[in-house]
C-alpha cells in the first residue's frame, strides 16, 4: 500500500508498504482525515533519531476496516478517532496513578511514528482496539474529534499538570494549536488571568478567542518583566510551556511565583540544555515544581474530550487553518507544516 | 447601635447593642449590601441552637470604618467584600492542608452569627483584617463581589471538592444560589454534562444559563433512575449536593458511578439522619468518595473569585433575584428569603 | 479435576469440574500454598448471591502450569503470588486515576469466586498472566508472599485511603488479618499513636508487635469515647475501618476530627444500612471524609508488596496461625475460618 | 545581652545588643540547647547576602520567659521546641494549600537568621508564639526534640515531597542529618529499598541504623550507572536530594524513572546553576517531576514530630554526634561544623 513518510533523514516521499496485519487484540484504519503535525516534521529531521522508510502522521479520525478476535467495542464500518498515544496497556508501566504514557520506558506508549508507521497510509495499525479508539458520534464534526487526539489532550494535559486553582493567574507560553488548546483549558479549569505568549497575529486572534486576557511578545522585552508588570510584580501562580527552547523554559521559572508550577509540554531538542539559575528556583526552596509531561493516551481520554465538544464546552474548529483535499495532498500540507508559514496554525487533510 | 436578628427562637425583630470594639488586628465595617441567606433564617428558627439577642446575617460588603494598631493592608473608607468565613489564623486548627474552616472544631472558623453577631448592623466586627478581608476593585460591581463571599466561593467548593475532570458528567443537586454556582464551577473545571436537580422555573433558566445542560425534577421520577437514563446507564462521576435532604442524599450515594465522589455543601439538619443501603455504595467497596464542607475562608480566596468576575470568566449577577433599598427593609427580604417565594434567588438589600 | 468449593448456599464440599482452559493473554497456575478469607466463607453463606457449583479461594501462591502464546513474561515451572484482584486491562474501567478495582461496574476487577471459579483446585485460570502475576524471589517464604496477595494489600490500601500525614493519630478498627495488616501499615506510613479496637488476645498482641500503641475493647464502653479519652478529647486524625457493623462505622465517624478520613476496607453486609447521625458527620461540613474501596489489584502492587518483605520493612509471617499440610485439609481450613476460633489469625493450606 | 554571631561575612564573635522586645502576639524565649547547623556556616560566609552584626542560630529548645498579651498557649517558664521557620500566620502568602515556607516572598517563613537575629543570644524573639512553639512533654528528651526543628522536620520534608508510595525504591542523596532523616523518613513512608549517597564512615553507619539499605559513594563511579545497576537498570521511583551540588542534581534526574519526582531540600549555592540535559529529563516529556522546598513551618508540625518521638516511631539522637557544655562552647561548636570534620554529624551545644 501506498504512504507518505520519510525514505531517510531529510528525506520524505511517497513509500510503499506492506498492508499491516493485526493481532486478535488490534485494528485496521482507514483514515478520512489526518493533521500534520510539527512532530512529524521533527521526527522527518532526525529529531528523534535516523529513522528509515516510515510512513509519518499520528493525528487521524477513520474508518475501522478490520478488527481482531477479542475486540468486542469497535467493528468495520466505524468511524473512530484514533488517540496519538495508544499504550500497551498490558505492560507493568501503566500500573501506577501518575500517567499511563510510559507503558515501556519514557514515552513507550507513543506507538505511531515512535515505533512502527504511522497514519498516512492507506490503513494503518491500532495496537489494543478497545482500549484505544473512541467512537465519534453523529453529533461531533470529525474535524472537531480529529483535534482531541493531540492538540486538545496535549494542551489540557498542561493545564492539568499544571493543577490551576480556581482564580490563578496563569501564563502560556507559546501560541501554537497546544499552546492555544492550553490557553482554552485554563480557562475551562478556572484560571482568571491568562496571558499568552507569542507573536503570529492568526493565532494571537484565537488565542484572545479561547480566553487570552492578553497577548505578550518575545519582542517587547523580557518575558519575566512582562509577565511581572502585569501581575503586580508578583509572577504567575502556573506557567504552562508549549512552545520555545531552553531560554523560553528559564523565563518561565523565573516568572513563576513560589508555590508555583511550571507545566511543560514541549518537545525539547536533544541539544538544548536546561539552564536554571539558582536564584530563579528560590535557591533550590521555592516550592516551584517543575513538571513534564506528554499527551494522555487511550480511548476513555479523547472519548471524555469529544464528550467536551459535543456539550459545546470547546470548539476546537478555530485551530484549523488549512485545509487539504486529497491523499495527494500530503506532501504539501506536510512541506506547509515544515515551514510555518505566518498564518498557520493547523493543516488537516481530507483523504478521500 | 441598631441591628435586625433574632430577639429569641422564632423572634425576629429590630436590636438594639453596643457597637462593636476592635482589637489590635481588626477591624470595624460598615456595611453598604448585605445578602440574606438561608442559613440565617435557619438559625434564626434555631437551627443552630437556642440563640438570643444576635444579630443575624454573614454576607456583606462594606466599607473600613475602623482599624485596628497592627492592621496594613486596610484603612478606613477602602470597599471591602467580608468573607461569611472569617479564620483565625493564630489558631492551630488552620495549619493543615485540608482545609482552614475548622480553626477550633467543627466549622469554628464560621464567626458572624455562629460567634457572635452578624452584619445587618450599622457596623459589624472582622477578627483579623488583614488575612481576612478583600477589596473591590473599581471594575467590579459591589453586588457581584458580594455573591463571592458565601453563594459562589460554597458553590465553587463542592465542584473543588468533587474533583472533577475534564469531560466528566456531574449531577448537581438543588438550584438554589449555590446550587447555581456549583453549576457554573463544574462548566468552569471542566465538566461536559452537567444535569442539575430542581423544580423552580425562573432557578431553572438560571441554572441553564450558568451552564446546565438539563434540568431534572424531583416530580419525574426517582432521581438515581433519571440520572441513569441520561448517562447511558452508568450514573454520574461527580455529585454535589446542594439541596434536598437526607432521602436526596442517598440518591446521590445511589447515582455516583465506582471511583467517584459525592460532594456535600449542604446544611444538614440535626434531626435528619443520613441512611446509605451498602449496595448503593458498593457494599462500602466502590470508591465513592462522600465529602462534605463548607465555604473555605479568607481574604485571598475571596480575592481570587472577585477576580474571576474582573476577567469575566463569570458573572455572578443572575443571581440576584430581588433587591430593596434602605436598612429598614431588611425584615422584608428576611420575610422573603423565609418564605422562599417561587420565583426566589437571591435578595440583597442595598443599606443606605 | 476436584476442588473445593460449594454445591451451593450453606452446602460446600468437594467439587468436581473441567480443568479451565486458557487464552492467549491467561495463565493455568497450581496452587502450592491457600489461604481461607472470611470473604469464601461469606460467599459460602450466600453473602454474594444464590452461587453454585463454585469453587471458593481467592488467596494462593502457586506454579505456573501454562500460558498463553501471547504471555512474555512468566513460564511454566516459576512460582507466583496471584493478586485476588485480577483486572481486566483492557476494560475502559480500569483508564482512570482513582483505582483500578472496577474494571466493568463495581469491584468488577475481582475474578475469582466473584465471577469463576477460585483457587481451591487442582488448578486455577489466571486472566492476564502478564499484568497480573508477581513473581516470588528465592529470598521471599513463599507463605510471606501469600500474605501479600489480599491481607497485606488490601490492610495497607486501607491506611493508604486513610491518606496518613506523619504524626497523625490513626484508630483501626478490628484486628483480623486485615486490621492487622492496617495497623502495619499506619506505623509504615508515618502514624504516631495507633489505637487499635479488638478483643481477642492472640490477636491483640500481634496489633502490639505490628505497632498499634494500645488495644480498646468494645467491651469497655461506647469506643468514640475511649478514643476521645485517649486523644485530649480531640479524636483521631483518621480511622480505618476494618472490620465490625454499622453501629462500629458510627462510632468511627463520631471518633474522627474534622479534615479527618473514615476509610473503609471491611465488607460491609448487605442487609446493615449505614447509618450517620448529622452531627457526627458536622452537619455535613466537617471535612470529615468518607472513603471505602477494596484490594487493589495487578501484579506491580504485589510485586512491590514482595519487595517489602524482601528488603524487610515487614514481615507478614505473625500473621498466620495456622497451617494444614494437604489439599485434604481445605475443608477443616474453611471450618476452622467460618468458626472463628478466638486463636484464629490466618490459616493457610500447603496443597502438596 | 550578649549572641554569638557574624559582625560581617567572614568575621565572627561575640555581639553585644539590646534584649529583644516582644509585641501582643510574640515571646522571648532562652534557649537551653541550640544546634549549629551548616546553614549559619553559610551565612557567616555571606552565602545570603553581605549580613552584618547578626546573631545567628536558628535550632533551639528553651524556655519561656515572657510572653504577648495574646499569647494563649505559653506561658513563662514553659520548655518549648522552635520551629526554624515561622510563619507569619497573619500574611496572606500562607493562604494556599501547598507550602506555609513563603509568607511574603520566597522562604519568606524563615525569619531567625533570614529576618532578624538567630538564637544563640541569652535570648530570642519568637513570632506569633501561639500557632509557632510547641511543648516538650517530659517523656520526650529536649536533644531529641531539638532535632525536630530543622533536621528531622526537613530531612521528612523531602520525603512528603518526593510523594512516596508503599514499595517504591528511593534514593537519598547526601548523608549529613538531614540526608539521615531522609532515609528513616521514606522508611517510615514505605519505600523498600532505600540507597543512599555518602562516603563518611560514621554517617553511614548511621544511614544503615535508619533504614538505608545500602550506602554507595561518589568515589566508585558514575552514581547514576550505581543505581541503575542496583535497580535492575530502571533507576529509583523517586530520589531525595539532601546534599550535593549541581552536578550530583543532574544525575538525580538521570537515575529517576519516568513518572516518578526529583525532591530538592538542599539549599543550592547561588552561583551553582542548574543543568539538565534533555535525555535526562526524557525530551520534557517523561513525568518526572522536579520539586524543590524547605522545612515547612509552625508549630503543629513540631508538635507532630515530637509525637513521632513520643510513641517511639523515630529515634533522633543517633544525628547527635558532638556535646558541648556552656554557652562559651558556641564559637567551637561553630568552628567544628565550619571545619566539617570526618566524623561529624551534628553537634548540639548545652548552654547552661
Redesign the interface.
Known sequence: MRGFGMHSVDNVGWLEKERPTI???DALVRPTIVAPCSSDTHVAHGGSGPKQNLILGHEAVGIVEEVGS?VT?FKPGELVAVPCVTPN??????????????DR???GSFKFVGQKDGVWGECFHVN?A??NLAHIPPDVAPEAALMTVDMMSTG?HGV?LADI?????VVVIGIGPVGLMAIA?A????????IAVGTRPAASRVAVAYGA?EVISYKDGPLEQQVWDRTSGKGAHKVI?AGGDAATFAAAVRMTR??GVIS????????????????D??????????????CPG????V???I??I??K?IDPMALISHRFHGFDKLPEAFELMDSKAPDLIKPIVYMD
Open positions: 493481532g486478535p487484540l477479542e467495542r496497556w498490558l505492560s507493568r508501566g501503566i500500573q501506577n496513578f501518575r500517567s499511563f504514557s510510559h520506558g519514557p514515552s489494543q478497545d482500549p489540557f492539568e486553582g480556581i482564580g490563578e493567574k483549558g480557562a475551562l479549569r478556572g484560571a482568571s488571568q491568562i486576557t510551556v513560589p508555590n511543560n509540554v514541549n518537545f525539547f531538542d536533544v541539544n538544548d540544555a536546561i539552564h536554571i539559575a539558582p536564584l528556583w528560590g535557591l533550590g526552596m521555592a516550592d516551584k515544581d517543575i513538571r513534564g509531561s506528554f487511550g480511548g476513555k481520554r472519548q471524555r474530550l464528550n467536551m459535543q456539550y464546552r
